[in-house]
């Protein structure tokens, strides 16, 4: 009852009311990017939705255009050299995720969930598999988020995301928020292009 229908009432209410509260704010950030480096405000990018359905998840683009496009920011040999000083800023306070507000509100992803892999990280996919993790909405934060984020490795973080399988619930979704308030505050497990020593990529 919770998650097919409490949930998504909220997702849809909150995700509502935090595009119109924060439109100035999303202004702001456009600007800023735009000023900051040649090429579009929004990066868009072929994720791994419900039910392992593809769709197009939007953030504020914190890179070069020439980075590659669907290389986890961990495989890249140097990935500092292609973020740009506006996305330095934006991936440290995760504000380049705020566009995914609009993928909750159309329904594709949850304010709490899984975080959405990339559509070829076939062994985070594979490893989801074993939970049911993978039927459920990504989210724009998780239990795996407020718990090593991008310190974890695949195996535990799949982990993570199976036991929020099985709590799912209104209490178990506040307790996630507030862990990823206090996550976001102090920049909790931002490693980037560090996995494999602290394992996992920011996604």
């Known amino acids: 009852m919770y998650n097919r229908l409490v949930k998504r009432f909220f997702d849809i209410l909150s995700s509502g009311l935090g595009i119109l509260v924060l439109s100035p704010v999303l202004a702001l950030l456009a600007i800023l990017i735009k000023t900051d480096s040649p090429g579009p405000v929004f990066f868009k990018q072929k994720r791994v939705g419900k039910g392992k359905k ?17 290389t986890p920011t961990d495989q890249l040999s140097d990935p500092m050299r292609y973020i740009t000083r506006t996305g330095k800023f934006l991936r440290k306070t995760s504000l380049d995720e705020l566009p995914q507000l609009f993928n909750i509100f159309k329904g594709e992803m949850s304010v709490i969930g899984p975080r959405p892999a990339l559509w070829n990280q076939f062994d985070l996919i594979e490893e989801r598999d074993k939970y049911g993790a993978n039927d459920l909405r990504p989210g724009l934060t998780g239990w795996a988020q407020i718990n090593g984020r991008d310190e974890l490795p695949i195996p535990v973080k799949a982990g993570l995301d199976g036991e929020y399988t099985k709590k799912i619930s209104l209490l178990f979704d506040i307790k996630c928020l507030i862990g990823t308030v206090t996550a976001v505050l102090f920049s909790k497990g931002v490693v980037e292009g560090d996995t494999g020593k602290n394992e996992i990529n920011k996604g």
């Open 54 to 70: 593809h769709f197009m998840i939007y953030k504020f683009r914190t890179m070069r255009t020439d980075a590659p496009h669907d």
